[in-house]
T-cell receptor
Framework: DVKVTQSSRYLVKRTGEKVFLECVQD?????MFWYRQDPGLGLRLIYF???????EKGDIPEGYSVSREKKERFSLILESASTNQTSMYLC???????????FGSGTRLTVV | KNEVEQSPQNLTAQEGEFITINCSYS?????LHWLQQHPGGGIVSLFM???GKKKHGRLIATINIQEKHSSLHITASHPRDSAVYIC?????????FGKGTRLSVIA
């Protein structure tokens, strides 16, 4: 029973391409998050959203944007992909800050 | 300085050993999560706790709010426990993560 779905497990894109990473949750959660995970750095927050059409910058928003047109979908956009954006990207959702988070399976993006 | 520190970074154990992973944090929190990440990337929530102790099978999590410290224990470890274990805290901001502890259990 998959609850947070990320559209791709592996993705290879060229430098300069516009890249869309999609995340869909079926738990009616208000809160959705995008993280990237790099060796030695752990998970770092890129953007998050507490409601439809709302977005907040996380710790490392540079080079990224997001879109939340519907409650269940939170998209991460790389406007012009660069090699330093090669990483594992994880989406998560939560009904409340103090309750459990549910993570997607991750998208391993390689920019060449 | 990282707000959430985990130790050790890497841990190798023999099957059957008792394992402890530690997490210390420097901010005020309302809850702490222990997460497990297997090779391939998916993250699973093991525990969410705000006080005391929780147990699930061979896993035990404890937290001491006054000392700002939590531990994750694995009893009778097994090779299938091999994974990265991540501590994350909930404060005034979205979840803040530790860098994880990579556990390898050898048969």
């Amino acid at each position: 029973d998959v609850k947070v779905t990320q559209s791709s497990r592996y993705l290879v894109k060229r430098t300069g391409e516009k890249v869309f990473l999609e995340c869909v949750q079926d738990m009616d959660h208000e809160n959705m998050f995008w993280y990237r995970q790099d060796p030695g750095l752990g998970l770092r927050l890129i953007y998050f959203s507490y409601d439809v059409k709302m977005k907040e910058k996380g710790d490392i928003p540079e080079g990224y944007s997001v879109s939340r047109e519907k409650k269940e979908r939170f998209s991460l956009i790389l406007e012009s992909a660069s090699t330093n954006q090669t990483s594992m990207y994880l989406c998560a959702s939560s009904g409340s800050e103090i309750y459990g988070y549910t993570f997607g399976s991750g998208t391993r993006l390689t920019v060449v | 300085k990282n707000e959430v520190e985990q130790s050790p970074q890497n841990l190798t154990a023999q099957e059957g050993e008792f394992i402890t992973i530690n997490c210390s944090y420097s901010v005020g929190i309302s809850a702490l999560h222990w997460l497990q990440q297997h090779p391939g990337g998916g993250i699973v929530s093991l525990f969410m706790l705000s006080s005391g102790k929780k147990k699930h099978g061979r896993l035990i999590a404890t937290i001491n709010i006054q000392e700002k410290h939590s531990s994750l224990h694995i009893t009778a470890s097994h090779p299938r426990d091999s994974a990265v274990y991540i501590c994350a805290v909930v404060g005034n901001t979205p979840l803040v993560f530790g860098k994880g502890t990579r556990l390898s259990v050898i048969a």
